[in-house]
């Protein structure tokens, strides 16, 4: 693992950067917070996260050890990778991309390129509770508003319907999903809760 580059900066791209480390050249894809932090000549140090593929090593760099681990944090969810992670950086800095999936702002998520509204919805999902909550600058924690449907408990089969639907499932199979976690929504009323195992149970048919 290649936690971090210190290096004299041999050259500068739009979306990368080549560190001298010893007399070895290392490109370095980089988020523009880190790319900023960068001047050919002078010597620079980025964060880095190495991602193994069969046919390649890409070497992803960050401003600081914060935005290199939420990079890591957001490809849990399914569908991002780490390049679709690094563009979500290039448009968020790290605590409004915390805010934009806490809040279920899926408007925010959609103006990085490649997310859709489905699949905006999806990290939304698959990401809220799992990440760092956002903070302000004296370290204590930024309000977060409160979850579409933790409210009543008889809200939340039709939000649950509805988040299914605008996923991409049928009707009939969202109310059938539905069902099958009636049992759940009598110990929680958190439709984010119940949506993930709505979706596990579709998964499963």
């Known amino acids: 693992m290649i936690a971090f580059l210190t290096g004299r ?3 500068r791209g739009a979306g990368s950067a080549v560190i001298d480390v010893g007399g070895v050249g290392m490109s370095v894809q980089c988020t523009p917070s880190a790319l ?17 593929r069969e046919e390649s090593l890409t070497l992803f760099g960050f ?10 944090q957001v490809q849990t969810a399914s569908g991002v990778g780490p390049r679709l992670a690094l563009a979500m950086l290039s448009v968020h800095s790290p605590d409004a991309l915390r805010q934009a999936v806490a ?20 990290i939304v999902l698959e990401l809220r509770g799992k990440i760092d909550p956002p ?17 009543a408990h008889g809200a939340w ?16 199979d969202a109310e059938a999903a539905a069902a099958a976690v009636a049992s759940e ?8 809760v119940l949506l993930r195992s709505a979706l596990r149970t579709l998964s499963r048919a």
């Open 9 to 11: 900066v041999a050259a």
């Open 36 to 52: 900023s932090r960068l001047h050919v000549g002078e010597t620079g140090t980025v964060a880095t996260s190495l991602v193994v």
């Open 63 to 72: 401003a600081d050890d914060d935005e290199k681990h939420l990079f890591e």
């Open 103 to 122: 809040a279920e702002d899926t408007a925010a998520l959609t103006r990085v390129p490649g997310i859709g509204k489905k699949g905006a919805q999806r």
């Open 135 to 151: 903070v302000f600058t004296d370290g204590t924690l930024a309000p977060v508003p409160a979850a579409a449907g933790t409210g």
């Open 157 to 172: 089969r039709t939000q649950v319907v509805s988040g299914l639907v605008n996923l991409g499932w049928s009707a009939k």
């Open 185 to 192: 929504a009598e110990e929680t009323a958190d439709v984010a």
